[in-house]
């Protein structure tokens, strides 16, 4: 699976450009997450990671739009794969840990759908990182009724024509071998088989761990499992590229190493993600093209002939 990424483009932007996307060689299209936000519009960049409610439109697209844009990828024979927020919510401008007061009230008015208001420190202890918070208000995703919202999110969203998912934030949602059975509950409810789905567990050097991911999902992350064919491997994000902080790594380099970079990964994996720098069309460049018609897995030398 070959996934481009355009990062805050609206919906109905990518319309227009689907044709150059099937002609690169992309398989699928990975949206901006489409929930509501706590300050809508184009803003600082990780605004697209604070939603208020587990529903469909924002300065992004309506759920008309996104209707809209399936069909027309369809068209094309590409998938259009959602990034979804299901691990918290938007922080309140006093406190971080506090859910903002636009989140939704039938969410904001349950202490018990939250977790405790502490923030995760050591990023090695699991206990910590599936029971605390990162920064923002922490869902408690292990409450059956918090899972039931977001069950009815995915299948709205499966019924708008998605094919497939990326969870954000995948790594702080606990396992069946840790006492949870969110990841299975969650994708054997969906409505849909076959869809691709892939979570983010970034950063984990626990091979074990990031297996364990794998029974349920394709891993999206630094760090390689036992299984290739499981990961959906990049080069850079819009994490690497757009953070100030030390996430920001990739920020300085040029964009034609990002493509020599892209070429290698294409040659040894068979799950992709290509993220699209914001004014930048160097995913149309024809290097691009000739790594994915340079691609010898049978499904791609169907594809090219």
Same mark, same amino acid.
Request: proline share 5%.
């Given at each position: 699976?070959?996934?481009?990424?355009?990062?805050?483009?609206?919906?109905?932007?990518?319309?227009?450009?689907?044709?150059?996307?099937?002609?690169?060689?992309?398989?699928?299209?990975?949206?901006?997450?489409?929930?509501?936000?706590?300050?809508?519009?184009?803003?600082?960049w990780?605004?697209?990671?604070?939603p208020?409610?587990?529903?469909?439109?924002?300065?992004?697209?309506t759920?008309?739009?996104?209707?809209?844009?399936c069909?027309?990828?369809?068209?094309?024979?590409?998938?259009?794969?959602?990034?979804?927020?299901?691990?918290?919510?938007?922080?309140?401008?006093? !406190?971080?840990?506090?859910?903002?007061?636009?989140?939704?009230?039938?969410?904001?008015?349950?202490?018990?759908?939250?977790?405790?208001?502490?923030?995760?420190?050591?990023?090695?202890?699991?206990?910590?990182?599936?029971?605390r918070?990162?920064?923002?208000?922490?869902?408690?995703?292990?409450?059956?009724?918090?899972?039931?919202?977001?069950? !009815?999110?995915?299948?709205?969203?499966?019924?708008?024509?998605v094919?497939?998912?990326?969870?954000?934030?995948?790594?702080?949602?606990?396992?069946?071998?840790?006492?949870?059975?969110?990841?299975?509950?969650?994708?054997?409810?969906? +409505? +849909?088989?076959?869809?691709?789905?892939?979570?983010?567990?970034?950063?984990?050097?626990?091979?074990?761990i990031?297996?364990e991911?794998?029974?349920?999902?394709?891993?999206?992350?630094?760090? !390689?499992?036992?299984?290739?064919?499981?990961?959906?491997?990049?080069?850079?994000?819009?994490?690497?590229?757009?953070?100030?902080?030390?996430?920001?790594?990739?920020r300085?380099?040029?964009?034609?190493?990002?493509?020599?970079?892209?070429?290698s990964?294409?040659?040894?994996?068979?799950?992709?993600?290509?993220?699209?720098?914001?004014?930048?069309?160097?995913?149309?460049?024809?290097?691009?093209?000739?790594?994915?018609?340079?691609?010898?897995?049978?499904?791609?030398? +169907?594809?090219?002939?």
């Amino acid at each position: 699976m070959r996934i481009i990424h355009f990062f805050n483009w609206r919906l109905l932007d990518i319309i227009p450009v689907l044709a150059k996307v099937k002609e690169q060689g992309f398989d699928a299209i990975q949206i901006n997450p489409i929930q509501p936000l706590k300050e809508d519009g184009v803003k600082e960049w990780w605004m697209s990671y604070q939603p208020i409610d587990f529903a469909i439109g924002n300065y992004f697209g309506t759920k008309e739009d996104l209707i809209q844009l399936c069909l027309e990828a369809n068209q094309h024979d590409l998938q259009i794969f959602a990034d979804v927020v299901i691990n918290h919510m938007g922080a309140s401008e006093e !406190d971080d840990l506090t859910p903002h007061d636009k989140v939704s009230e039938k969410l904001k008015s349950r202490k018990d759908y939250w977790r405790e208001r502490e923030r995760v420190y050591d990023w090695n202890n699991r206990a910590e990182v599936i029971h605390r918070c990162i920064n923002l208000p922490g869902l408690n995703v292990y409450h059956p009724e918090v899972e039931d919202m977001i069950v !009815d999110f995915l299948n709205e969203l499966i019924d708008c024509g998605v094919g497939g998912f990326r969870f954000d934030a995948a790594k702080s949602i606990g396992l069946p071998s840790e006492g949870y059975r969110f990841w299975p509950n969650i994708i054997y409810r969906l +409505k +849909k088989y076959g869809l691709f789905l892939y979570g983010e567990v970034i950063f984990e050097e626990h091979r074990e761990i990031i297996d364990e991911y794998a029974e349920y999902m394709n891993v999206l992350g630094n760090y !390689d499992g036992r299984n290739p064919s499981k990961m959906v491997k990049f080069v850079e994000s819009h994490d690497s590229f757009l953070s100030n902080d030390r996430l920001g790594y990739m920020r300085g380099i040029p964009s034609e190493h990002i493509v020599h970079g892209y070429q290698s990964i294409v040659s040894k994996y068979p799950n992709t993600l290509f993220y699209v720098r914001p004014w930048d069309n160097t995913w149309q460049s024809d290097k691009v093209k000739i790594a994915h018609i340079q691609d010898y897995r049978p499904e791609a030398i +169907k594809k090219y002939g």
